[in-house]
T-cell receptor, first 111, second 116 residues
Framework: GEDVEQSLFLSVREGDSSVINCTYT??????LYWYKQEPGAGLQLLTY?????DMKQDQRLTVLLNKKDKHLSLRIADTQTGDSAIYFC???????????FGPGTSLSVIP | GAVVSQHPSWVICKSGTSVKIECRSL??????MFWYRQFPKQSLMLMAT?????????EQGVEKDKFLINHASLTLSTLTVTSAHPEDSSFYIC????????????FGPGTRLLVL
């Protein structure tokens, strides 16, 4: 099917690391994305990874890609209360010119 | 940067009226723009892909006569919800792909539509 899957909720304490997991469907997808959405707002592109990469790091964000298992994760180091939001995983399928989004993971950061 | 704006940010209208939502890429040219719909606490559902100067491509189940899309320039796409009904109430988000750059889309802030 077309479903990108994510766990719906994650709760962490401030200062801890958060790991948000995602499984996608198309092993030939070229780009995989992480977006952040704060309440009532649009989506902010956090980072993306090309499918021939295993890892990408950008400041507090680390993306790991396991292409064999079609598994993508986003690690946020030193999680802050401002990181509380919904995080969407998305894949860009090569067969269609469109991006498929997962259901989103709601991250709650406990002070 | 790559900024996408939407106007209006929210709109309330009576059932049966039409509502136009604008999506603009402010500092780049966008050959392709996308329109999404998001229900509360749900993911984004792609409605249509809008290409400058040509007809939009609609996803299965999206009525093209109800959701009219026009992409008249490289910086502007519009979505018109015709004869709106309460079930059309939703959060509509557009995104734009920078011309010549295929890997990323930049999202607008969204338009919240409430049909009474």
């Amino acid at each position: 099917g077309e479903d990108v899957e994510q766990s719906l909720f994650l709760s962490v304490r401030e200062g801890d690391s958060s790991v948000i997991n995602c499984t996608y469907t198309d092993s030939s997808s070229t780009y995989l994305y992480w977006y952040k959405q704060e309440p009532g707002a649009g989506l902010q592109l956090l980072t993306y990874i090309f499918s021939n990469m295993d890892m990408k790091q950008d400041q507090r964000l680390t993306v790991l890609l396991n292409k064999k298992d079609k598994h993508l994760s986003l690690r946020i180091a030193d999680t802050q209360t401002g990181d509380s939001a919904i995080y969407f995983c998305a894949e860009r399928k090569t067969s269609y010119d469109k991006v498929i989004f997962g259901p989103g993971t709601s991250l709650s950061v406990i002070p | 940067g790559a900024v996408v704006s939407q106007h209006p940010s929210w709109v309330i209208c009576k059932s049966g009226t039409s509502v136009k939502i604008e999506c603009r890429s402010l500092d780049f040219q966008a050959t392709t723009m996308f329109w999404y719909r998001q229900f509360p606490k749900q993911s984004l559902m792609l409605m249509a892909t809008s290409n400058e100067g040509s007809k939009a491509t609609y996803e299965q189940g999206v009525e093209k006569d109800k959701f009219l899309i026009n992409h008249a320039s490289l910086t502007l796409s519009t979505l018109t919800v015709t004869s709106a009904h309460p079930e059309d109430s939703s959060f509509y988000i557009c995104s734009a792909r920078r011309s010549g750059v295929q890997e990323t889309q930049y999202f607008g802030p969204g338009t919240r539509l409430l049909v009474l």
